[in-house]
């Protein structure tokens, strides 16, 4: 037997995929199991004035409604700061925030339940602009001010770098807010298990985390809580945060009862975050032989109405700002910026996937106008062992930046040796 | 009715780990049974990205035994240790490491036990592989690691290991320097594209895509991520757009948030390149998020190389391709007039 790394070992749960054997929370059932739903209401910011939750009761196999007063323990959650709300008490700050949730031994009846509840609110001033939000009076999304985070990378001598620049450019670039689109939405069914302790059963990124928050929420030590991770089908960042596992967990502490809740699509665009739409303003500059002298680059991603892990995916941002490139002159600002958007949070990269849009833009702009091929100008200033990044890490090993060029460029068909 | 084809490329690095000096902490537990198989306990979910095989096929390496013989029990916080989350491409590295410890702990005892038994020294005088332990040097003398495992249980000894890995990182000053990550991984694309300038649709034609895994651990495994990973960036580059509407979302349907299909995926060729970083499981890293990173804006400087047309709102949906076309070359306003 030879090595077996590298080998293309199939799946170990692959045939359990292929063939529907693989279990997912929708799949689960247990005897006597209620179905639960949650309310949301359609405005970004409002103030609640009264939840009525009488229709809702009296619809036939309707078990439990519960609000904010039902949560026994810390009424909120969240990877950084734990102030996404489990259900509203007061306040709303996005379409992602749960007014009430349901159960019921029917998923119609938990459906009509849901939407019988009677909710009174006040809509209230808001901002939706990451700019407007930074600005002194804008709608405070939350007390202590809409700039959550800054972070500040300085290299050198900006100034020197514009002076050494044979050519700048400057250009600002948006991303959208985009949507992880996994294919399994969340799903999760919780139950009191035969110790008393609540066992969730739900397709997770990080159960150890999961098992913090909800015990957390219910008041209840973490080694009364176990979630079992089931078949997951699909993540991309979008299952790091809590979604369904709280409040199931909730309607069957309450009831005493296993508990099913299952997102329709739609449910799962507002329940789980989404990739920060970035503006990024860069100015960056060459000499002649198109090495850069510097980059220059302001970062504001809209972290939506909570902090998920904003903070860390705008650091992430900044960290990748100038590319996988030696530059001597760097001054990058990231800020996370609160507002009345679906909140965001991790999507595969992190932060490190809106930048390469700008410095790659950038590179070839920068390229035009000094007359070199996009090769060229990537070959003079990519990243090799022992090069210092804009953070000042030397990097001592692993860097198979220009193995990858060239091999990439060869199977292009480009002539690399000439474009050196 | 004109089409006019273009080629961009776009170099990518991503800093694998939570980063920033906070515990990127995994561990571990490793057993190995009388009959020669394997439990490997992690915290680890797979969310479909592979890391059970992968964690599989570093504890089978390490131990000497088929992949077949193990069994990877993962994310059940009654029976598994924290593994931290499968997320910043981390699992292989920081989870590769901890199962990488883990066996090889458990795989000592069995290997001390066996060096008693057969008269031999020194461990480092006995290699294990394909369920056999062999004297070096002297490959007629060997025990199975199931006889040897059933005989070291009867005599007292437990063969479990326990490996927790630590990635290194320090936190970034208030000049934001020092170590936020630890390793890189890098990436380059090159895209090449079709664009319709009369309806500004993009149809992105071949990615080449070459990676630095480090080491892969699973050939199938980073080709598939590889894949996976453009045909995200498909998504990113030209159609993916959560529609807003004083903060609440028009689209919340897949009939209006538009995603890749098949038909929209290129030709994907990927070449994996291995610089191993000396510090991950056998030099490797990872490959989950860099394989998207290079897409998008190589899809993009490919328009750019195609037309002239440098877009700096993305997605590059057909209307805003077509701005910016008209942006690049004012005379297309009279031509389409």
């Given at each position: 037997m030879g090595s077996l790394i590298g080998q293309p070992v199939g799946r170990i749960e692959g045939p359990g995929k292929v063939t529907g054997r693989a279990i997912y929370p929708a799949d689960i059932t247990f005897p006597g199991m209620l179905y639960g739903k949650a309310r949301r209401i359609p405005v970004a910011s409002a103030r609640i004035d009264k939840v009525d939750v009488e229709a809702a009761r009296k619809i036939p196999g309707v078990v439990a409604v519960l609000t904010a007063k039902d949560v026994p323990g810390h009424n909120g959650h969240g990877v950084l700061i734990p102030h996404m709300p489990v259900l509203v008490a007061d306040r709303v700050r996005s379409v992602n925030d749960v007014v009430a949730v349901v159960a019921a031994e029917s998923e119609e009846a938990a459906e009509e339940a849901a939407e019988a509840i009677k909710v009174e609110y006040e809509p209230l001033p808001a901002v939706f602009d990451p700019l407007e939000a930074m600005k002194?009076?804008?709608?405070?999304?939350?007390?202590?001010?809409?700039?959550l985070y800054h972070i500040k990378i300085r290299r050198g001598n900006i100034d020197v770098g514009r002076k050494e620049a044979a050519a700048i450019v400057t250009r600002t670039y948006r991303t959208a807010m985009m949507?992880?689109?996994?294919?399994q939405p969340e799903a999760a069914v919780a139950r009191v298990d035969e110790r008393g302790h609540i066992e969730i059963h739900v397709a997770t990124q990080y159960p150890h985390w999961d098992r913090v928050e909800v015990a957390r929420a219910l008041g209840?030590?973490?080694?009364?809580v176990r979630i079992i991770t089931t078949a997951v089908g699909g993540a991309f960042g979008a299952r790091e945060d809590m979604t369904l596992q709280i409040l199931a967990a909730l309607l069957a502490w309450h009831t005493g009862r296993p508990v099913k809740m299952v997102n329709t699509r739609e449910e799962s665009f507002y329940s789980h975050s989404k990739r920060h739409p970035m503006i990024m303003k860069y100015s960056t500059g060459a000499d002649r032989?198109?090495?850069?002298t510097f980059v220059e680059a302001e970062i504001i991603g809209d972290s939506g109405a909570y902090a998920s892990w904003s903070p860390n995916v705008l650091r992430k941002a900044a960290v990748h700002a100038t590319g996988p490139y030696y530059v001597p002159h760097v001054k990058i600002d990231a800020y996370a910026v609160y507002t009345n958007n679906p909140f965001t949070g991790a999507m595969r990269g992190f932060g490190a996937t809106q930048p390469p849009l700008a410095y790659e833009a950038q590179m070839d702009l920068l390229a035009a106008e000094l007359g070199l091929h996009p090769f060229t100008i990537r070959w003079r200033n990519i990243l090799r062992q022992g090069d210092v990044t804009a953070t000042g890490q030397v990097l001592e090993s692993s860097v198979g930046l220009e193995a990858c060029l060239l091999a990439a460029a060869r199977a292009a068909g480009w002539d690399v040796e000439r474009l050196k | 009715m004109a089409k006019k084809r273009g080629v961009g490329i776009a170099c990518t690095f991503y800093g694998i780990g939570y980063g920033n000096g906070f515990p990127d902490v995994s561990t571990a537990l490793v057993e190995i049974h009388d009959d020669g198989s394997v439990t490997v306990r992690t915290g680890a979910a797979d969310c479909g990205q592979g890391s059970s095989t992968v964690l599989a096929q570093i504890a089978a390496q390490e131990i000497g035994v088929p992949v077949e013989k193990v069994t990877v029990v993962s994310a059940d916080t009654d029976a598994t240790p924290d593994a931290g989350t499968?997320?910043?491409?981390r699992q292989t590295y920081v989870s590769g490491n901890a199962v990488r410890l883990a066996s090889r702990k458990a795989a000592d005892k069995l290997l001390e036990f066996v060096a008693r038994e057969l008269g031999v020294n020194t461990i480092m005088g006995l290699k294990a592989s394909d369920g056999y332990i062999t004297v070096l040097g002297y490959p007629q003398k060997r025990v199975s690691i199931a006889e040897a495992a059933s005989r070291a249980r009867l005599q007292g000894v437990r063969l479990v290991g326990e490996g927790t890995f630590t990635a290194h990182t320090t936190k970034l000053d208030e000049n934001g320097q020092g170590v936020p990550y630890w390793p890189y991984a890098f990436g380059v694309q090159i895209a090449e594209v079709e664009v319709d300038t009369e309806t500004g649709e993009v149809k992105v034609l071949k990615v080449i895509a070459a990676h630095d895994v480090g080491r892969a651990i699973n050939k199938a495994g980073v080709i598939g991520q590889i894949c996976g990973g453009v045909a995200m960036g498909v998504g990113l580059a030209l159609m993916e757009e959560v529609v807003l509407q004083q903060g609440n979302i028009l689209n919340p349907s897949f009939s209006t948030y538009l995603i890749p299909t098949s038909l929209d995926v290129p030709e994907i060729e990927p070449i994996i390149i291995e610089d191993p970083e000396?510090?991950?499981?056998?030099?490797a890293k990872g490959v989950g998020e860099p394989a998207t990173l290079p897409t998008a804006p190589a899809i993009l400087n490919a328009i750019y190389n195609a037309t002239g047309a440098r877009l700096t709102e993305f997605p590059a949906t057909p209307e805003r391709v077509l701005k910016a076309l008209k942006a690049a070359n004012p005379a297309l306003k009279e031509d389409s007039n």
């Open positions: 002194p009076g804008a709608p405070l999304v939350h007390e202590d001010g809409n700039i949507e992880h689109a996994f294919l209840l030590p973490e080694t009364r032989e198109g090495r850069l | 499968t997320a910043a491409t000396p510090t991950g499981p056998y030099g």
